[in-house]
């Protein structure tokens, strides 16, 4: 019915910790104290971030075409069937307050593995290169 727009709503607010996330990576003092990309073989943060929102905005964009191809949504007023009546908003509401934020969590989950990876490949990458040194 409408459980694509709870991950809709994660990637829009995501989507905007990530302006604000790449502002703030983007000022000098970050860059001096090690928290800029160059050289350092890590990856920004924000760039972690927009993992997240593409993971969320593909899905909800799938969801989204799914419920249109079944006609729970529609190009005109009420957009979703289900908001019509009382009944059908109660069981919208229940499926966004279940459904929804399961698969939003979900996303998030992955995306949380995703990092945890790849900031253990970051940090095994860091130190290969000293231990080279340190046995040269």
Known sequence: MA????????????AIVTKAV??????PAALKAGGGPE????????????WLTGMLWGGSALLAFEHIWHGEVTLWFPFLTAAGSAEGTGAMLREMSTVGVSMAALVTAVWLCMVAVSNAIEKRA???????TAAN
């Not at 790449?22 to 000022?27: G, H, L, T, V």
């Open 126 to 132: 860091a130190k290969a290169p000293a231990a080279q």
């Open 39 to 50: 050289g350092t073989g890590r990856i920004p943060f924000s760039q972690k971030l927009r």
């Open 3 to 14: 459980c694509f727009l709870v991950p809709t709503a994660e990637a829009i607010a995501a």
């Open 22 to 27: 790449e502002a703030k990576e983007q000022e």
